[in-house]
């Protein structure tokens, strides 16, 4: 069922997506060949700890760690650990925080300190596909067209569309419907309406789409070993349009 939040619910999720956002931001100085996704890991819940926030990841379905940290052909879903990022890594990294009661979901690709061209393109075209996507978010539009967005962007740029994994409602569970795929036809799929909140999230690879599970039955690689990335937002759909909750908050 997909519930159209009240304005005391979009108040928490707005907090909730903040936290999100400053954990990204607090981060960033710490993405840098020689540290390991477990030390990530740690910053991260200390600092969403410290925000008033717990990390909305950890122990969902029995996952490990805080955040998601996957590098390079992994899309999503990498357990933290003692792997320790190198010169030309992308770190793709997803981080959740729930603030009472209501959460907050964002994921970002990052480069480790020189990365080469073809990964450069990479990030920058699916960044681009997420606000691609979120530009067809108003009230009567409908999630295809977000799909159909994407898809076609991600088509134009000649990289490959995950199918199997898909953005989602969020609330006071982390994933809520509707599914919102990267990949779909205009004019199909549930109508969005003012105060429906949704994480858009394409996740595309420099090669083919096909993905496969490892044997920690969490994380997602490309078949073909292919770098992939992953940019994620959570936003509430407005009058006219959508705002974006898990950036800077804006005052008035």
């Known amino acids: 069922m997909i519930t159209i939040k009240s304005d005391r619910e979009i108040e928490l999720l707005r907090v909730a997506g903040n936290i999100v956002y400053q954990t990204h931001q607090y981060l960033k100085q710490y993405i840098k060949p020689g540290i390991t996704t477990l ?3 740690k ?3 200390d600092f969403i700890k410290r925000k008033g926030a717990t990390p909305s990841f950890k122990g969902y379905e029995g996952f490990p760690g805080s955040i998601c940290t996957s590098i390079n052909e992994q899309v999503v879903h990498g357990i933290p650990s003692n792997r320790k990022l190198k010169n030309g890594d992308i770190i793709s990294i997803d981080i959740g925080a729930c603030y009472k009661g209501y ?5 970002w690709t990052y480069e480790v300190g020189t990365i080469d061209d073809e990964k450069k393109k990479l990030l920058y075209y699916t960044e681009r596909a997420l606000f691609e996507g979120l530009n067809q ?3 009567d539009n409908r999630i295809g067209d977000i799909s159909f967005a994407i898809e076609s962007y991600a088509k134009e740029h000649n990289l490959g569309v995950v199918k199997e994994l898909v953005g989602h409602g969020v609330g006071t569970n982390i994933h809520e419907d509707p599914d919102v795929p990267n990949f779909g036809k205009k004019g199909t799929g549930p109508k969005l309406k003012k105060g429906m909140v949704i994480a858009v999230e394409p ?4 090669g083919s789409s096909n993905i496969v599970m490892l044997d920690d039955n969490w994380t997602i690689e ?3 070993y292919s770098p992939s990335a992953h940019f994620e937002h959570t936003v509430v759909v407005t009058d006219d349009g959508y ?3 898990t950036g800077a908050m804006h005052n008035g």
């Open 39 to 41: 030390e990530l890991d």
């Open 203 to 206: 996740m595309l690879n420099l």
């Open 137 to 139: 978010i108003k009230p």
């Open 243 to 245: 705002e974006i909750l």
């Open 103 to 107: 959460h907050g979901d964002s994921a």
């Open 222 to 224: 490309t078949e073909d």
């Open 43 to 45: 910053l991260a819940e």
